[in-house]
């Protein structure tokens, strides 16, 4: 018989389920839980509505070769240790609060974006998602994109088209903005293979921030933007 879970592992469980990230076994636990929860049961269909909107919403980014190699690392790390937590629920744990992670697989980003969209406040009911138009600046005029954020303001993904390719010693950083502050780094725009799509995520809460903008910044990033900056966005309030 399947281990038993409880609501918030299943409703997890779900939404990884959605962009086909379970294994069999955390799939019949997940099963084993819907099947008797009058809550979790209905979110199945709904999960796998918002999964449906994503490749509209994102360009898919293949992972870098180095990414296989460092989760195998950790895989064998791990083997010996007694009684690890579920490899879904370390990568819920994993998404950071502070900085804002690169897309580096569209079933993880989508995965994350679809927990972050279905949030938990009295039960993972699903929330609108906004989206602000961001633009090119005087250094990069054709550039177009948008920042989509659920209603709580604490999940964003800006995707962008029309950036230029960058030398290897550089990369575009993402930053937010205050009416009255210092910008705050929060994330580096990633690129397809054609170089046409630009994506991030971030996460942590918007509501202080009045922009969103992205500049050109030696590889690592920046304490402060330095370079040219090359789109910007206003986040209006909801």
């Known amino acids: 018989m399947a281990d038993a879970v409880n609501c918030d592992e299943a409703q997890d469980l779900l939404a990884l389920d959605a962009v ?91 995965a994350a974006v679809i927990l972050g969209f279905w949030g938990v406040a009295g039960g993972r009911s699903a929330s609108t998602p906004i989206t602000y138009v961001v633009s090119g600046s005087t250094s990069q005029p054709l550039v177009t994109g948008s920042v989509t954020l659920d209603s709580a303001r604490t999940e964003a993904v800006l995707t962008v088209h029309g950036l230029a390719p960058l030398p290897a010693s550089q990369v575009y950083e993402v930053w937010l903005i205050p009416a009255h502050g210092t910008p705050t780094g929060v994330a580096f725009l990633t690129s397809d293979p054609a ?36 789109l910007s966005g206003h986040l209006g309030s909801s």
């Open 195 to 230: 170089g046409n799509a630009w994506t991030a995520v971030v996460n942590g809460s918007l509501d202080r921030f009045e922009t969103i903008a992205a500049t050109n910044e030696p590889v690592g990033g920046s304490p402060g933007p330095t370079g040219s900056q090359v």
């Open 20 to 110: 086909g990230a379970l294994e069999p076994a955390e799939r019949a636990q997940m099963e084993h839980h819907t099947a008797t929860c009058p809550t979790c049961a209905p979110l199945a269909a709904q999960y796998v509505d918002v999964a449906s909107l994503m490749s509209a919403a994102l360009e898919p980014v293949p992972p870098p070769a180095r990414l296989r190699r460092n989760l195998m690392a950790q895989v064998y790390a791990e083997a010996s240790a007694a009684a690890p937590n579920p490899w879904w629920r370390r990568l819920v744990a994993a998404i950071p609060a502070s900085r804002g992670i690169t897309v580096l697989g569209v079933a993880a980003v989508a």
